[in-house]
């Protein structure tokens, strides 16, 4: 299984960003799939994530309402559209390959950096 994260880069704070991930190695629409971030100096946090289905979906609360996960199954990829970002929201963020109520792979970060 490989998941490869895209899309990262810098942003002014209030501007958009939009990662994708890109997936190989597995049937791609019997998985659920999410987003985690990690910032320097703090640990790996949950960001979102998504049914095989593509419903429901699921946020933290710091990103609830600003960002929207989402699903292209015939395209074995997974979208994570960024609005109204914050200075808070920089880290690397990593798409991930649930598996029952664990997620089982990680693919490699994307930098996201927001400038205040």
């Known amino acids: 299984v490989q998941l490869q994260a895209s899309g990262g880069g810098l942003v002014q704070a209030g501007g958009s960003l939009s990662l994708s991930c890109s997936a190989s190695?597995?049937?791609?629409?019997?998985?659920?799939l999410g987003w985690f971030r990690q910032a320097p100096g703090r640990e790996r946090e949950f960001v979102a994530s998504?049914?095989?289905?593509?419903?429901?979906?699921y946020y933290a609360d710091s990103v609830k309402g600003r960002f929207t996960i989402f699903r292209d199954n015939a395209k074995n990829t997974l979208y994570l559209q960024m609005n109204s970002l914050k200075s808070e929201d920089t880290a690397v963020y990593y798409c991930?390959?649930?598996?029952?109520?664990?997620?089982?792979?990680w693919g490699k970060g994307t930098l996201v950096t927001v400038s205040s």
């Open positions: 190695g597995l049937t791609f629409g019997d998985y659920g």
């Open positions: 998504i049914r095989r289905t593509g419903v429901p979906a």
């Open positions: 991930v390959k649930g598996l029952g109520s664990a997620w089982d792979y």
